[in-house]
């Protein structure tokens, strides 16, 4: 059974970090992407990353590459998201995703499994 397990959420100032973790177990790491997506209350869902568990390889669109960065750590079975110099248009609801797909097709519709979603907000 695929499990994807959100954490690191949570209340931070504007300009603050956070780092979200990813736990996935039922996959054999290296075979398949990993992407966030996030939602903010009335909005869609949007990728905000994605990455190759097999060669790193990420994705970032244009408007986060500068503040956001997605790495896994495959001894840990764990795929993170640095977010940094964060903004109150930021905040939502951070949803980790896999597939087996290319991570550009993660990326672009999410994978086959979601986590549960964990709050981040952005707030002084």
């Known amino acids: 059974e695929v499990q994807l397990v959100e954490s690191g959420g949570g209340l931070v100032q504007p300009g603050g970090s956070l780092r979200l973790s990813c736990a996935i177990s039922g996959f054999t790491f290296g075979e398949y992407a990993v992407g966030w997506f996030r939602q903010a209350p009335g909005k869609e869902r949007e990728a905000v990353s994605a990455i190759s568990t097999g060669d790193g390889t990420a994705w970032y669109p244009h408007s986060l590459k500068d503040r956001f960065a997605i790495s896994n750590d495959n001894a840990k079975k764990t795929v993170y998201l640095q977010m940094n110099s964060l903004k109150p248009e930021d905040s939502g609801v951070y949803y980790c995703?896999?597939?087996?797909?290319?991570?550009?097709?993660?990326?672009?519709?999410?994978?086959?499994?979601w986590g549960q979603g964990i709050q981040v907000t952005v707030s002084s």
């Open positions: 995703t896999a597939g087996l797909n290319h991570f550009l097709v993660v990326a672009s519709r999410g994978g086959d499994y």
